[in-house]
C-alpha cells in the first residue's frame, strides 16, 4: 500500500470526501427521523387532543374537523413519509458510494507514515465498509420489512380516501383533487394482502429495479403488518430504525477522521 502511483492533489479531497459525506449522510437521515418523530407527535395530537365537533360551539360545529377525520389525518402522515421517502435515491446514493470510494481510495494510497500504519488502514478500511454497509440494510432489511410496510399502508390509506371522495359526490371530490397521489389506480376492495397489488404503485407494478420507491417492496409479513397497524406506529417504528443508520455515518465519519489524520502534509 503505496501512495507513489497517487496524485498528491487528490489526497485532501478524498480525505474530505471520506469525511464529509457519511457525516453529511448522518446529518440528513437524522434530520428525516425528526422531521418524522414531530409530524406523528403532531398527527397524534391532533387526532386526540382536539374537541370533536359535537363539543364545539355551534358556530364552528358544521366545520369539518381534522380530529373527526381519523383516515385523512392517517393519509396526510403517509404522504408526509412518502415524500420524504422517494427523494432517497436522489441523494443516499452518491453520498454513500463517494464515501466509500473515497476511503477506500485512502486506505490503498494513502503514505505508510509511521507511527502505527496498519492501525491507520483498519481505521480507513472500517470506515469504508461502514459507510457501503447503509445500502444492503437499505435494500435488504428496510425496504422488505418497515419501508415495505409503510408504502402497503400508504397505498391502502390513499384507496380509502379515493373511496370516501367518490362518496362525497364530485364537488367534494373536485375540491380534493389536488390532494389525490400520482399513480393511483381504481379501488379494488380486497382484504388479503399478497392480493392488494391492483391500487396504489400498480402503474409501476412491473418494474426491474429490485427497490423502488414506485412499487411495493415488502414481504408478505410486512404487508400484513401494515394492514392491522395505524401509521402513526409504523411512522414511529421507521423512525427508531431510521436511528442505526445514521449511527452508521456518524461512526464511519469518525473513523475516516482518525484514520486520515496528517496526509494532506505529505506529499
Known amino acids: 500500500m503505496t501512495s507513489t502511483m497517487a496524485p498528491p492533489y487528490l489526497l485532501p479531497v478524498t480525505q474530505w470526501a471520506g469525511i464529509a459525506m457519511p457525516t453529511l449522510f448522518a446529518g440528513i437521515t437524522f434530520q428525516y427521523s425528526l422531521t418524522m418523530h414531530l409530524l406523528t407527535c403532531i398527527a397524534t395530537t391532533t387526532t386526540n387532543g382536539t374537541p370533536s365537533s359535537s363539543e364545539l360551539p355551534s358556530e364552528f360545529s358544521s366545520k369539518e374537523s381534522?380530529?373527526?377525520?381519523?383516515?385523512?389525518n392517517q393519509w396526510n402522515l403517509a404522504r408526509q413519509w412518502y415524500i420524504l421517502y422517494r427523494q432517497g435515491p436522489r441523494w443516499v446514493p452518491p453520498i454513500v458510494l463517494s464515501g466509500t470510494l473515497s476511503?477506500?481510495?485512502?486506505y490503498f494510497f494513502a503514505p505508510n507514515k509511521q507511527p502505527s500504519p496498519h492501525i491507520r488502514h483498519s481505521l480507513l478500511a472500517a470506515a469504508a465498509l461502514l459507510t457501503f454497509s447503509i445500502l444492503p440494510i437499505t435494500f435488504f432489511y428496510f425496504e422488505?420489512?418497515?419501508?415495505?410496510?409503510?408504502k402497503r399502508k400508504y397505498g391502502q390509506l390513499s384507496k380509502r380516501m379515493m373511496e370516501a371522495c367518490d362518496e362525497k359526490g364530485p364537488s367534494r371530490q373536485a375540491e380534493d383533487e389536488d390532494e389525490q397521489v400520482q399513480g393511483e389506480a381504481e379501488p379494488a376492495r380486497k382484504t388479503n394482502a399478497s392480493k392488494q397489488d391492483e391500487g396504489f404503485f400498480a402503474r409501476q407494478w412491473r418494474t426491474y429495479i429490485p427497490a423502488s420507491v414506485n412499487r411495493h417492496t415488502g414481504t408478505l409479513a410486512a404487508?400484513?403488518?401494515?394492514e392491522h397497524t395505524d401509521m402513526a406506529e409504523l411512522v414511529e417504528g421507521w423512525v427508531?430504525?431510521?436511528?442505526?443508520?445514521?449511527?452508521i455515518g456518524l461512526v464511519a465519519g469518525?473513523?475516516?477522521?482518525?484514520?486520515?489524520?496528517g496526509l494532506c502534509s505529505y506529499h
Do not use: E, M, T
Not at 381534522?66 to 385523512?72: E, G, Y
Not at 404487508?223 to 401494515?226: E, G, M, N, T
Open 66 to 72: 381534522d380530529s373527526d377525520n381519523p383516515l385523512k
Open 103 to 106: 476511503n477506500l481510495y485512502l
Open 144 to 150: 422488505p420489512g418497515i419501508n415495505g410496510a409503510c
Open 223 to 226: 404487508k400484513v403488518w401494515a
Open 240 to 247: 427508531r430504525r431510521n436511528h442505526v443508520r445514521w449511527v
Open 254 to 261: 469518525g473513523l475516516s477522521f482518525l484514520g486520515s489524520q
